[in-house]
């Protein structure tokens, strides 16, 4: 049985898959997001150090990982989209920027509370701040450039580009804690060592990391319906539509 | 169940600026980013029906001049 990979590869077919997928994502989004909270509020127990303060983690770590991971599958769509010269690809590209740029505004946000506390500053040039910083101007950059240009096709090219030259940030923010060592600690989670978290902690950032995950599938998905729509409403299918509705 | 009372809880340990700031700026953001594409989708919608009833009008009376 040869798998048709290219089924939902046409904007046609993928609005309506992606209307079905949405719902889905976003119940299972909005489930973690209350077991998640739940758990970093009334489960986890009170740092020995930094007491209540160090529950920002339930939502600082799951939104940095978001805002780079969402970074590489942007930029990876992208790829594809010039590649192949495939449009559904950018315009899904094109729908993940606004939700990264989101979480990596977010991330900057929650960081700050958290630094200054602990810190004692808001904000300070550290390596790892500074490439997360760097990454938000990329996010901006990349919706800008693409809003400037007014032929879809072009913007999306245009728009890989930087999207690719963008990816260079993405170890850089992972690694600077090593490479840099200045002041935002080391990576605490590792797939290879041994947890160096309390268990109801690790699951309650977890969960919450799943549940920003889902988020982003859900909103990304809704963000590109809207765009196949906006870019696809002089063919048939969506007079079609049109008249069905 | 680590609160002793509501007020305890909202208090977070003398924290409460900071990590109540952290959640409700994200809620804000997630909520709002929501909102903003629904309404982008439910003006597009709207834009698409009137221009289908538009052409459907045009159909209908072509004159034949």
């Known amino acids: ?245 | 169940m680590n609160w002793a009372s509501w007020s305890d809880f909202f208090a977070m340990g003398g924290y409460g600026f900071y990590v109540w700031g952290s959640f409700l700026v994200s809620l804000l953001c997630i909520v709002g980013e929501i909102t903003l594409v629904f309404n982008r989708r439910r003006t597009l919608l709207r834009q698409l029906s009137l221009i289908h009833k538009a052409t459907q009008y045009e159909q209908n009376n072509e004159t034949t001049s």
């Open chain 1, 1 to 245: 049985m040869a798998i048709n990979w290219f089924k939902y590869s046409s904007p046609a077919s993928f609005y309506s898959l992606a209307g079905k997928l949405t719902p889905l994502f976003s119940i299972t989004a909005f489930i973690l997001f209350v077991v998640g909270l739940y758990i970093s509020f009334f489960v986890a127990p009170t740092d020995f150090q930094q007491s209540e303060a160090y529950r920002i983690i339930f939502i600082h770590v799951p939104v940095a990982w978001m805002s780079m991971f969402l970074y590489l599958i942007m930029a990876g769509w992208a790829a594809i989209g010039l590649a192949f010269n495939t449009r559904l690809s950018s315009m899904i590209a094109t729908a993940i920027a606004p939700t990264g740029a989101m979480f990596t505004f977010l991330a900057l946000w929650t960081g700050a509370l958290w630094g200054k506390p602990m810190w004692g500053a808001w904000w300070v040039w550290d390596a790892r701040l500074t490439s997360e910083l760097i990454l938000l101007f990329l996010y901006i950059g990349f919706m800008a450039l693409q809003a400037a240009i007014d032929d879809p096709r072009r913007a999306d090219k245009a728009g890989a580009i930087l999207a690719l030259v963008g990816v260079v940030n993405i170890p850089i923010i992972y690694f600077s804690v090593k490479w840099w060592n200045t002041l935002h600690q080391g990576a605490t989670v590792s797939l290879t060592q041994s947890p160096k978290m309390a268990t109801t902690m690790l699951t309650g950032m977890l969960i919450m990391s799943l549940a920003c995950w889902m988020y982003s599938i859900a909103l990304v998905l809704m963000r590109t319906r809207t765009i196949i729509l906006e870019r696809e409403r002089h063919t048939v299918w969506v007079s079609e539509l049109q008249g069905a509705a």
